[in-house]
């Protein structure tokens, strides 16, 4: 079954530490891989993807995120939070559902960043 | 200029009731998309449309209903609203079918049944 794991319900950072906001994914074929932000009373934001090449991709506002084959894992990582940063964060994965390729969504990860 | 853009924001009814919900892109996208949010902030892809053909039709009760009058819009039409058609509604496009396409978000459409 092709599906997106978030493990982690809450993360909870103090600002200026690194964060980590895990994903992993089960999926058939090559993965395409995505991470969005959702602001409180928001649309989600793209804020990065994988397709191919390399493992680490850089998207907006700082974030990056690391693409591990091995263990299916595309985590979302910036080396210094900010307080504006807290949010809630989906991960996606691009998979066959029902004979359409659509997106897999995770079931969100909501980061707080304290001051 | 906003992306991607819903009406209403906000809307409230009661039980029994009709309802639409409007999305325009102005992106020049291919594909569009419903989604609802339930309260716990899990997404739920509805339908989507490339170059206004339905290409995915998720199992939702037949009272909702999209229609694409041109690629730059889909709206949602919901009969007969119930209680648990409560949720926040996202519109989204995308360039095209391509799997590495992000998607775009409309900023959503609180939907209150009471």
């Known amino acids: 079954a092709q599906s997106v794991a978030q493990p982690e319900d809450q993360v909870n950072v103090a600002e200026g530490n690194p964060l980590t906001v895990k994903c992993t994914y089960s999926v058939s074929g090559n993965p395409y891989l995505f991470w969005y932000v959702q602001y409180p009373n928001r649309g989600l934001q793209f804020l990065l993807k994988?397709?191919?090449?390399d493992n680490l991709v850089k998207g907006s506002y700082g974030f990056e995120a690391e693409f591990n084959k091995s263990q299916t894992s595309f985590h979302l990582k910036k080396p210094s939070a900010l307080v504006s940063d807290s949010a809630l964060y989906f991960c996606a994965v691009r998979g066959l559902m029902d004979s359409n390729y659509q997106l897999i969504w995770g079931a969100g990860t909501k980061l707080i960043i304290k001051p | 200029d906003t992306a991607v853009s819903q009406t209403p924001k906000y809307l409230v009814t009661q039980m029994g009731n009709d309802k639409s919900i409007k999305c325009e892109q102005n992106l020049g996208h291919d594909t569009m998309y419903w989604y609802k949010q339930d309260s716990k902030k899990f997404l739920k892809i509805m339908f989507s449309y490339n170059n206004k053909e339905l290409i995915i039709n998720e199992t939702v009760p037949n009272r909702f209903s999209p229609k694409s009058p041109d690629k730059a819009h889909l709206n949602l039409h919901i009969n007969s609203l119930e209680l648990g058609d409560s949720a926040v509604y996202f519109c989204?496009?995308?360039?095209?079918?391509?799997?590495?396409?992000?998607?775009?978000f409309g900023p959503g459409t609180r939907l209150t049944v009471t």
């Open positions: 994988y397709i191919t090449g």
């Open positions: 989204a496009s995308s360039p095209g079918l391509f799997e590495g396409d992000e998607q775009y």
